[in-house]
C-alpha cells in the first residue's frame, strides 16, 4: 500500500444490508422498535376486548411518531403497548380460568342434582 492510499477503516460496513439511522441525540438506540400491533389485536380479540383497545391504540401510535422522529414518544408508545399486552392477557388468563371452573362446578352440581 503506497502513502497516497487511504486504508478502510475498521468501523466501515462492507455491506449496506442494515438501514441507516439518523444521527443526533434522538436516534434509537437499536435498529428497529417493535409497535406491538399483532399481539394488541389478538389479546384484544381473545383475551379481554376493552383493555385490548387501550393496547391498540398505543401500538398504533408507535410507527407514526418515528415517522414524526419523536423517537423518545415512540418508545414510550411501544413500551405502553407492550404492557397493556401483558395486562390484558393475564385478564383474559384469569377471565377463562374463572369461567372453566365455574362451568366445571355447574356442571357438576347439576350431575350431583340429576343423581339425588
Known amino acids: 500500500m503506497t502513502s497516497t492510499e487511504i486504508e478502510p477503516t475498521a468501523g466501515t460496513p462492507k455491506d449496506e444490508k442494515e438501514p441507516r439511522l439518523p444521527a443526533g441525540d434522538n436516534a ?22 376493552p383493555l385490548g383497545i387501550v393496547g391498540l391504540i398505543y401500538a398504533t ?11 423518545d414518544k415512540a418508545r414510550m408508545a411501544s413500551r405502553n403497548a407492550r404492557m397493556w399486552c401483558w395486562i390484558t392477557f393475564a ?26
Do not use: T
Not at 61 to 71: H, K, S
Not at 91 to 116: C, D, N, R, T
Open 28 to 49: 434509537p438506540v437499536e435498529g428497529y422498535m417493535s409497535n406491538y400491533l399483532a399481539p394488541a389485536i389478538i389479546v384484544m380479540i381473545f383475551c379481554c376486548f
Open 61 to 71: 401510535q408507535v410507527n407514526g411518531r418515528l415517522i414524526a422522529g419523536e423517537y
Open 91 to 116: 385478564a383474559g388468563l384469569v377471565f377463562w380460568s374463572m369461567y372453566v371452573v365455574l362451568y366445571i362446578v355447574i356442571i357438576g352440581a347439576a350431575m350431583f342434582a340429576e343423581a339425588m
